[in-house]
């Protein structure tokens, strides 16, 4: 399970929207000060993600939680977003090859290579369009809120949330 340290900023309906701040590695490692990723890094700051999950321990607004997502159901996610899409580039431009060379026997110049590979991406990303929508509220495929924070404190947030989500 991945865990991280959040804040609660609003809660309904069994789901509560949370504020984590975006962590980077960068300046922890001894090359920090020569590194142009850690200078990156410090020009962007810390920023802050709010993300709907699952409200498992009914908090209240302000809390401190830790927020933990299974491994395989990110790993699962990061290939499919990653990895489908390349695959089904390289595969479309290896059909499209084929297509001209050995049955039609016209000669393939990259022009063509590349339109079938912009199609195998836009064919992928559709199918990934798809396979998202299906798993959107897959409670496998969710943030779940675990437990309090280790400092159990509570804050008050100076701006409220007006919005639904």
Not at 49 to 61: E, S
Not at 83 to 94: K, Y
Not at 101 to 117: C, G, K, S, T
Request: one cysteine or more; charged letters at 20%.
């Amino acid at each position: 399970m991945i865990e991280e340290e959040a804040t609660v900023i609003a809660v309904a309906d069994g789901f509560a929207i949370i504020e984590v701040a975006r962590q980077s590695s960068c300046g922890q490692c001894a090359a920090a000060k020569g590194c142009g990723t850690s200078v990156f890094a410090s020009w962007y700051g810390k920023r802050m993600n709010q993300m709907r999950v699952i409200d498992a321990i009914h908090v209240a607004v302000g809390d401190h939680v830790i927020v933990g997502m299974k491994e395989d159901a990110l790993v699962k996610a990061s290939l499919l977003i990653y990895l489908m899409p390349l695959l089904s580039m390289g595969l479309f431009a290896i059909v499209g090859r084929w297509i001209f060379a050995e049955m039609l026997l016209i000669a393939v110049n990259d022009a063509v290579l590349l339109l079938f590979a912009v199609l195998g991406l836009l064919v992928a990303l559709r199918v990934v369009s798809k396979m998202q929508r299906r798993v959107v509220n897959n409670p496998d495929y969710q943030p779940v809120i675990l437990r309090r924070g280790a400092s159990g404190n509570r804050i008050e947030l100076s701006v409220p949330m007006s919005k639904e989500f």
